[in-house]
């Protein structure tokens, strides 16, 4: 396996359950897992930024990606694909060298510009063609830990880095 650089996450789908829900004042809410939380630390103890890539604006989601110290939070991008092509050249970053979690239609251009692709148990079908791991655990739910997990286990470096990251057996 070669070295991921860069993990791009889609939102909606992927870190939640894709529903959009509205409060009595019209604001956007979201649910998030927390045990996504756990793939994302690990990623960043091995050195792998991460980059949050959708095509909606929300507070919440720059809520939650505060919280989780994201390092790339790009929100209301419509054309994720050249929008990553760019990000991507402008950083000397290659294909092989990305990693991309997403669930749905929009996310397959965007996709073909990544060396490895996770996606969560509900993605549509021309995502799981594509993906080289598909989890077990559906979009909200954990999923992206989950691609994270396995990943991070094919390479060796999870349990290390679990143990680092939260002083497990320590």
């Not at 990623?43 to 959708?54: E, Y």
């Not at 939650?64 to 000397?92: C, I, P, W």
């Not at 969560?120 to 691609?147: L, M, Q, W």
Request: charged share 30%; glycine share 10%; with cysteine.
């Amino acid at each position: 396996m070669s070295k991921i650089r860069l993990i791009i996450i889609d939102v909606d789908g992927t870190l939640t359950d894709a529903g959009i829900y509205y409060d009595e004042n019209g604001n956007e809410l979201k649910k998030f897992c927390t045990k996504d939380a756990a793939g994302l630390f690990v990623a960043k103890k091995l050195g792998v930024k991460t980059m949050i890539l959708t095509g909606r604006e929300c507070a919440a989601t720059t809520r939650r990606m505060t919280e989780l110290k994201v390092d790339y939070l790009f929100q209301n991008v419509k054309d994720k694909a050249s929008y990553l092509k760019e990000f991507l050249a402008d950083n000397g970053i290659s294909k092989e060298e990305v990693m991309y979690i997403g669930d749905d239609l929009n996310d397959l251009p965007p996709m073909a510009l990544a060396g490895y692709i996770g996606c969560p148990a509900d993605s549509c079908i021309e995502i799981k063609e594509r993906a080289n791991y598909v989890s077990t655990v559906a979009g909200g739910h954990g999923a992206v830990r989950d691609v994270l997990e396995h990943y991070f286990r094919e390479t060796g470096e999870w349990e290390a880095a679990t143990k680092e990251v939260y002083g497990i057996g320590v």
